[in-house]
């Protein structure tokens, strides 16, 4: 079993910054894939950005430039650098964890709302 710990997310004004963390324990393994995926009231599920444990990365269109992932594979780590925030990205934002054998889980969620 897996267990993600989410934390960040809150209210920001447009163009500002924000940062979320994804803790992963327990049975991780060596090869898997984490990210965030979001879903804003109404709308289906949307990937944000996910990277591999060898660090390749994918970003949606719509975030590219202005969001970076990044993970620490020692400390089984995710984190998610949000800048020039913009009031579509308001949203639910899922840590989510995919491993090489095929598991999927997903983290509690945190809200990302806008501040105006």
């Known amino acids: 079993q897996v267990q993600l710990v989410e934390s960040g997310g809150g209210l920001v004004q447009p163009g500002g910054s924000l940062r979320l963390s994804c803790a992963a324990s327990?049975?991780?393994?060596?090869?898997?894939?984490m990210g965030w995926y979001r879903q804003a009231t109404g709308k289906q599920r949307e990937l944000v950005a996910v990277?591999?444990?060898?660090?390749?990365?994918n970003y949606a269109d719509s975030v590219k430039g202005r969001i970076t992932i990044s993970r620490d594979n020692p400390k089984n780590t995710a984190s998610l650098q949000m800048n020039g925030l913009k009031r579509e990205d308001t949203a639910e934002y899922l840590c989510?964890?995919?491993?090489?054998?095929?598991?999927?889980?997903w983290g509690q969620g945190n809200q990302v709302n806008d501040k105006s």
């Open positions: 989510k964890l995919h491993r090489q054998s095929g598991q999927i889980y």
């Open positions: 327990g049975s991780i393994s060596s090869s898997n894939t």
């Open positions: 990277i591999t444990s060898g660090g390749d990365t």
